[in-house]
């Protein structure tokens, strides 16, 4: 089973600021079946993007998704108030997939 | 509009049995993997398994292999998580998701989830 470390755990960040989270994985991730989710309090969650670096349907263009392999990027350009929240990584192969444990992002 | 509508809170003792239901809508139910991921209380989520309601063909991750059985109903686009004996640490939001993001014959990421079902154990 593949195992997905998401870093930071935490980022503190202020809007307008630009926002790097890292997913790195045990062993190599299928075609690039790497996708990100949001999750905000009280939600479920919601992807933006698939394939690596693909943006899901209505995910606005501050959000970019990058890497291949091992290691994944999710930038969002410019943190808007309402992209504070939990972002998670998640890799499919095999017939089955995993999630990475998260990253916070919150206002500085 | 595709739609993935769970079944309401559940409130069980430990030792009893439990399944929990996703009806979808809005799409071929038949022809989607339909996920499990389990959301512990502030932790984060998890891959339980994958169901295909065409054939029923189940891949349960290997942390809930033989620990719950995933079932669906095509006749009623219904798709269904059961527990024959809960534990506390069953305790968690349990959401469905469709597997709807494809590529090269895969599919991959969920694209739709539902509103989640909340399931308490207390000990």
């Known amino acids: 089973e593949i195992v997905l470390t998401q870093s930071p755990g935490t980022l503190s960040l202020s809007p307008g600021e630009r926002a790097t989270l890292s997913c790195r994985a045990s062993?190599?991730?299928?075609?690039?079946?790497l996708a990100w989710y949001q999750q905000k309090p009280g939600q479920a969650p919601r992807l933006l993007i698939y394939?690596?670096?693909s943006r899901a349907t209505g995910i606005p263009d501050r959000f970019s998704g990058s890497g291949s392999g091992t290691d994944f990027t999710l930038t969002i350009s410019r943190l808007e108030p309402e992209d504070f929240a939990v972002y998670y990584c998640q890799q499919y192969g095999r017939s089955t997939g995993t999630f990475g444990q998260g990253t916070k992002v919150e206002i500085k | 509009e595709v739609q993935l509508v769970q079944s309401g809170a559940e409130v069980k003792k430990p030792g009893e049995s439990l399944k929990i239901s996703c009806k979808g809508s809005g799409y071929s139910f038949s022809s989607s993997w339909i996920g499990w991921v389990r959301q512990m209380p502030g932790k984060g989520l998890e891959w339980m398994g994958i169901i295909y309601p065409g054939d029923s063909d189940t891949r349960y991750s290997p942390s809930f292999q033989g620990q719950v059985t995933m079932s669906a109903d095509k006749s009623i686009s219904s798709a269904y998580l059961q527990w024959s004996s809960l534990k506390a640490s069953d305790t968690a939001m349990y959401y469905c998701?469709?597997?709807?993001?494809?590529?090269?014959?895969?599919?991959?990421?969920?694209?739709?989830w539902g509103q989640g079902t909340l399931v308490t154990v207390p000990s």
């Open positions: 394939g690596a670096s």
């Open positions: 998701a469709r597997l709807g993001v494809c590529s090269r014959g895969t599919c991959h990421a969920f694209d739709h």
């Open positions: 062993q190599s991730v299928s075609s690039n079946y």
